[in-house]
């Protein structure tokens, strides 16, 4: 599966006294990514919630900052999939920002992996996840 | 009735690029210190959600920023209510620090007015205050 | 002046345990407006911030909350600037939301005014706005 | 070297629409109680960015959520420093919720580790602790 990206800019909500985006602030970015992931295979978290009665949550993540983000900076934010259990996706992803120098490519900024869980709404069981998202997301049937 | 006050510490989630907490970010604390205010009153919002069923949405605020707050600074948020309504509760509020100096007593940071509603937890319709609340309040009966 | 709007999609991280966008969030929306406004009329406030030193500090919000935004709306946030000083803007701003029927048109969900006063960088004293951005607004000399 | 603690309250602003504290809202708490520990040992960190001019960044985190928190909860987050770098400290944390029958004591609700590095506050260029911090954890001697 190709992967997914998108852009992400910079505003003063997002910078902290330090001039450069607070560490938790990349954890927003990452999840809109994968929000808007969602959206480009046709679902929206808030149907999802009415019906099948479902939301994702994220059980770890793990980040390594190498280059802080400053205002006004435009990153791209990447997000891959992979299905790895009934009710659990896998995402790689990573924050990037094009170079000033355009032939130099983007330099990234942050790397992470997130785990999340499709559980029921209200009870934040595990539940498992729906066929038409694992259809769309290519994936083998899982027993 | 006497003012209430909730202390409230600056950290670094809070401040912005420019060296100061970010404007948006002061609507915070001084929704902390309404919560504590109303927690003070014997009052926890989450148990008012399951009953009777409401919840406090603010129709209106006005918010005069007059010195900026920086990282560390131990913040004063002052809340007095005043039930101008069935439904409804007008608070004036102040943020305010510590001068360095303190026979200089503290400075004020930020003046607000929070108009706020009671309005059913589902459908976000005005309801009337719950009468143990307007008591608290020391509030003459409302028709 | 015509009116620049900008818009503004609804995420996780923005709605609160009600089930709506929390309060404080408008103020993030409509400083991404005044932000991308700046920059429609070729300013980077991270360069003004360098070169002349100058960064906008705010000064007042006056904002009246109308109808709840909710996770996925995809919101419009307006923004319209009028000079009011040597070194202070004016806005008026409003979120809107295009109704489910279009025919409708946009429903207004909150509006806002917002004073905008242009301060040094370090010492957060007032500075005569450039004169490019008064300029660019369409201003008058101011004396 | 004893576990540091510190006392966290939830409010609205931590809460997202699915009833429960947003995900990255825990690098907050986390930040805080590092914060908090920091102060316990006599250091502030505008006065350290001012003299010797240093901040710390978060370059590593790892985070493992396991049960939700919600509205109103009155969490515990630990800290445990070790220094293992020149520039370089380790924190292990943990987030934590007394249980209602206070018999069970504590239920852990995210367990967290993160790498902090020591840099010049200009240039984000790591920096050597200063021997002052280094003695505050009682570290022994770094070459």
């Known amino acids: ?7 992400v800019r910079v505003y003063w909500e997002d910078t902290d006294g330090g001039g450069v985006v607070y560490y938790a ?5 990452l999840e809109r990514a994968r929000t808007e992931w969602l959206r480009s295979l046709g679902f929206s978290q808030r149907a ?11 059980t770890d993540v793990n980040i390594q900052y190498r280059r802080p983000a400053r205002l006004d900076d435009e990153l791209i934010v990447s997000c891959d999939a992979k299905i790895d259990g009934a009710a659990s996706i896998s995402f790689e992803q990573r924050v990037s920002r094009y170079a000033v120098d355009a032939a130099e490519g983007a330099e990234t ?3 992470a992996r997130a785990q999340i869980v499709c ?3 209200r009870t934040f069981k595990p539940k498992r996840l729906p ?3 694992k259809n769309a997301l290519g994936a083998p049937e899982l027993k």
Chains 1, 2, 3, 4 share one sequence.
């Open 48 to 58: 999802l919630a009415q019906d099948p009665g479902i939301v994702f949550t994220v």
């Open 25 to 29: 602030n990349y954890l927003k970015y």
């Open 119 to 121: 559980v029921d709404a």
């Open 131 to 133: 066929p038409l998202i």
């Open 1 to 7: 599966m190709s992967t997914f990206s998108w852009s």
């Open 109 to 111: 900024l942050a790397v």
